[in-house]
């Protein structure tokens, strides 16, 4: 959670999405700190007994923002329109960028380029009130969870183009420990949920299996 990285410098790559102090979802997201600093993560990704779901994969979601939003950060020096050209993560996978509205017809782009648009569209879904509702007693609408689940695909990525093209810098900046955290966490939700498809996980298959194997 984003707890782990209150030590280290506040550079976020687009402004920090809060939760409201206060309110039911503050309330999930100190409980699901609470339970992560038990060092267990199969157990801290599962629903609180009486929670809805929607709301646990909500604010799960904006914290995973948040999450990869300072780990992006961080190496922004290192990852520039010279260095990555393309979005990519390995030799064998390329992004192109579309998000259906303003861009319907996926595009070729600067990982840079690629990163901003992704942060930038889930920022825009986060904020939108009639997607992620964050007064009591609203509902979430029929679509939430296909939206949630577009967003935590396309926030993989950012993991994803991380590990394959700046691992060397985030070892510089020794926040390999971050990471690896960061993205057992984000990987062990997204299983208990079934929240990314299989297909989608397989740029960092090999990783995925080490990080998880432990803890089966």
């Known amino acids: 959670m984003s707890f782990l990285f209150g030590s280290r410098s506040s550079k976020t790559f687009k402004p920090k999405k809060n939760i409201p102090e ?6 999930l997201l100190k ?7 038990s060092g267990n993560l199969r157990m801290a990704v599962m629903l609180p007994e009486g929670e809805d779901l929607n709301e646990w ?44 509205t303003n861009i319907k017809k996926p595009i070729k782009c600067s990982a840079p380029k690629y990163i901003d648009y992704l942060m ?6 986060l904020d939108d009130e009639t997607l992620f509702p964050s007064k009591i007693g609203v ?20 993991y994803a183009h991380i590990y394959h093209q700046h691992f060397d ?23 208990e949920f079934n ?15 080490k990080l998880t194997s432990k803890d089966r």
């Open 31 to 37: 409980h699901a700190e609470a339970t992560l600093g």
């Open 22 to 27: 206060g309110s039911h979802q503050y309330e």
């Open 139 to 158: 509902p979430f609408p029929k679509n939430f969870m296909s939206v949630a689940k577009t967003i935590l695909k396309r926030l993989f990525r950012v």
């Open 57 to 100: 994969v909500a604010v799960n979601t904006v914290d995973f923002f948040n999450q990869i939003n300072m780990l992006y950060g961080t190496i922004t020096d290192f990852c520039t329109e010279e260095s990555c050209s393309v979005m990519s993560a390995g030799p064998k996978y390329e992004y192109h960028w579309a998000d259906g």
């Open 169 to 191: 810098a985030v070892i510089q900046l020794q926040e390999e420990a971050h990471l690896n955290t960061s993205f057992k966490h984000f990987i062990f939700f997204v299983q």
């Open 120 to 125: 930038t569209w889930v920022q825009d879904q």
């Open 195 to 209: 929240l990314i498809d299989r297909k989608e996980l397989v740029p960092l298959q090999e990783l995925i299996e």
